[in-house]
């Protein structure tokens, strides 16, 4: 089986090579195809996973090539995670929001805007090559924002392209631990847009075990998003939100935390990347291990500008493992392999929210099979989660407007319709600062 890989020089491709060695079944990937437009990027990444593989007996053959559609021809899944305009254009995205006072982050608010205006043109692009070159492939998305960019592709392959994300999982994963449940036992009542879900409940043999967390007041301050968020908030809400509704839930800190803090997030990580990919230059450096020093100080510094903000202190040593690649490995051994399973998936509604379309992408529980990710019926959010569900997905079909037709008029509006950007003229601003930082944002007139 044939998975090619589009972001091939990404950082977090070895976590994925990683994966698919501790599958030894039948049908299992046996090729790898990375793609990049950066030779220097897949030189050093193809280095990391050549030692990966060196103590493991037919391990999958590794090719790294720049050609898009020779990539792709002959694939059965392709896994996408490019980054349109990289790290500098991410903290450029950081930067030009802070100016202005509201936030920069990759996939909400103001930085994610822009991150999906410049990436859903070549995102359709791929998708319209996927539909002409590889008909029968499954396209798994890891692209941010995640769930406007599995939508946008979505129009083009319908539902053989499914968006995953490690927040909802790593999110059930703490919760069952701190219950003291194996996470493969429980059942996780998560729904919402991708970055915009809550847990409204977490059943282990049928019984639903979130009351008695919110009910201790000490358990429920004991991990994360206890934390984070704060015991008496999460008791109000009755549920756990992903960790990325801090952004909204206590905006003003997030934002006065990220003006205050040396370096936003997207600089650190072009800092610390380029130091990185420099390094494998060097034909004696220990790749695997310059990757593993690399990953172990991003993961322990993430999301750090709101820990702080919230006084949440370090993060959990058992939260330092990623983990959307074990997502992908599992979505893709249960579509080949029809081993049947239920993961949380960027998918189409397919009237599951009855508040949203059949077409628009959600993010909740879903039965996977050979035939694909099929969304399970979910309880009807409350007004305040619906509000904000609502008010997201209207930006986002305003962003994929934008896209599709060059309008910048139509970019400022979906700037201005977000909750995290207060003002019609400081979107006005956003789209001039933007288009002046970003190439990419060129057609925008």
Request: proline content about 4%; overall charge negative; glycine content about 10%.
């Amino acid at each position: 089986m044939k998975l090619t890989i589009l972001g091939g020089g990404g950082f977090r491709v070895p976590l994925v090579y990683g994966a698919l060695l501790t599958d030894r079944a039948e049908g299992r990937v046996t090729e790898v195809v990375l793609h990049d437009l950066d030779d220097s990027r897949l030189y050093a990444v193809a280095r990391v996973l050549d030692e990966q593989a060196a103590r493991v007996p037919d391990a999958p053959k590794v090719t790294a090539i720049t050609d898009l559609d020779e990539a792709l021809r002959g694939a059965d899944f392709i896994f996408s995670a490019i980054r349109v305009g990289g790290l500098e254009g991410r903290a450029n995205d950081e930067r030009v929001a802070l100016a202005q006072g509201v936030l920069g982050q990759e996939t909400v608010g103001a930085g994610g805007i822009a991150y999906g205006l410049r990436t859903v043109p070549v995102a359709v692009d791929i998708a319209r090559r996927v539909a002409r070159l590889a008909p029968d492939a499954w396209v798994i998305n890891f692209t941010n924002p995640a769930g406007l960019v599995t939508e946008a592709m979505s129009r083009h392959l319908g539902d053989r392209v499914i968006g995953i994300c490690d927040s909802p999982v790593g999110l059930g994963r703490r919760i069952a631990r701190v219950l003291g449940a194996d996470p493969k036992e429980a059942w996780i009542d998560y729904v919402g847009l991708n970055h915009l879900g809550w847990v409204r409940g977490l059943r282990v043999a049928g019984r639903d075990e979130l009351p008695r967390l919110l009910a201790d007041a000490d358990l429920l301050g004991s991990f994360e998003e206890g934390k984070l968020f704060g015991v008496d908030w999460l008791q109000s809400l009755g549920a756990i939100p992903n960790e990325y509704l801090h952004y909204y839930y206590f905006n003003r800190e997030a934002v006065r935390a990220y003006q205050q803090a040396e370096k936003t997030r997207g600089a650190f990580l072009a800092d610390q990347q380029a130091r990185f990919y420099e390094e494998m230059k060097r034909p004696d450096a220990a790749a695997l291990t310059a990757w593993d020093r690399t990953r172990a100080e991003r993961e322990a510094t993430y999301m750090a500008e709101n820990r702080e903000a919230a006084g949440a202190g370090e993060r959990d040593a058992d939260d330092l493992s990623g983990g959307y690649e074990k997502v992908a490995l599992a979505l893709m051994r249960a579509i080949a392999r029809d081993e049947r399973t239920t993961l949380i998936l960027n998918v189409r509604n397919q009237g599951t929210l009855s508040v949203l379309d059949t077409d628009a992408v959600i993010e909740v529980p879903c039965l996977v099979d050979a035939n694909g990710a099929h969304p399970v019926a979910v309880a009807p959010l409350p007004e305040h989660a619906t509000g904000l569900v609502c008010a997201v997905k209207g930006v986002e079909r305003e962003v994929l407007a934008a896209a599709e037709s060059g309008s910048r008029a139509t970019a400022v509006k979906a700037f201005a319709l977000h909750p995290l950007v207060d003002s019609v003229n400081v979107a006005r601003r956003l789209v001039e600062g933007y288009t002046d930082v970003h190439p990419g944002l060129a057609y925008l007139k």
